[in-house]
């Protein structure tokens, strides 16, 4: 794409290609031209799919959370129960669900929207659409993918609070929505 | 790097090369070796230096926040003051200082480290390191580097926190802060 497309704010596209175009990897080049003239002449876009994450949560209050090894930061660590919105997916909600049930065995229960977020709107074009479950219950065994090996843990209330105080939940997307949580559900 | 590297919880690499290496995206391939013997062929690991940003408030309880397009989205949202940590500042909370006043004008008060994040685990290898500063007061104009359009708005606690329900903020690494501040910060 080499003619000029106008974006909101004044900035501009001169040019566009892609870099790598593959599962997991999909990277544009583009030169910007910003409202003062300015020229950026390589900026990234990563390309993703949408994302989804769940606070879930059973019926006598336990949260339901996931333990994985993350190679990027080389290290392990409690996360909510997410992953990717396939085109397969009806619905972000189905997808969460489908998600639980694949990682977790937890399914059924009474789900709201509980955020919609964008992972990083400067580099990256996708969103994560955060949801809330309470009263999931156990309905079937684990069927992680094999490029997974997830363990599921139920922690309550207070031990949920310790952990986001003591480092034991790191990734940016599921802070957000469980901060929330303990800002608005009294 | 050809030669097997062993990992937390039984991973390994079992080789590794750089797909891209220049200012902004840098771009690592790995084979990765599953504690279960899964191959994963190609895993992609984005290496990033570390980020800052900081809830900035004035004396009279306003908070600092700036407005910018962002290229990736196609949109504008409000945002924390944010930014890149560089190897001449001493320290992350020196960085967040330094972004808070060429960006805003803003300087002094009070800083405290608020919490320590992993924008994706999974994908990105750096974190951000988030502050909180009180009374901070506006000490200088503006400097933007001339790669950024930023424009700068105060709001008080009420309007902030409709902004965080209403969609005006919608960046993860802002979001997990700012919610854990009216988490805590009553």
Redesign the interface.
Known sequence: MNHERN???G?SVLSSQY??H?A??T?RC?Q?K???G?I?P?????EYPDWVNTIAMTPDGQFVLVRQ?????????YELCAGVADPTDATPMEAARRELLEETGYGGGEWIPW???????????N??HCFLARKVEKIAAPKPE??E?ISVHLFDRKQLKAM?LD?SI????H??PL??F??EER
Do not use: C
């Open positions: 974006l909101p704010e900035w870099l790598q593959e997991w990897l990277v583009e910007l910003l409202p003062n300015h950026i390589r900026y990234f876009v990563l090894y993350r190679h990027a930061i080389g290290g392990t660590a955020m919609q977020i964008a992972p990083n709107p400067a580099t990256s074009d969103w994560v094999p490029s090996q986001l480092g790191i990734q940016a997307t802070l957000a901060w929330k303990f800002a």
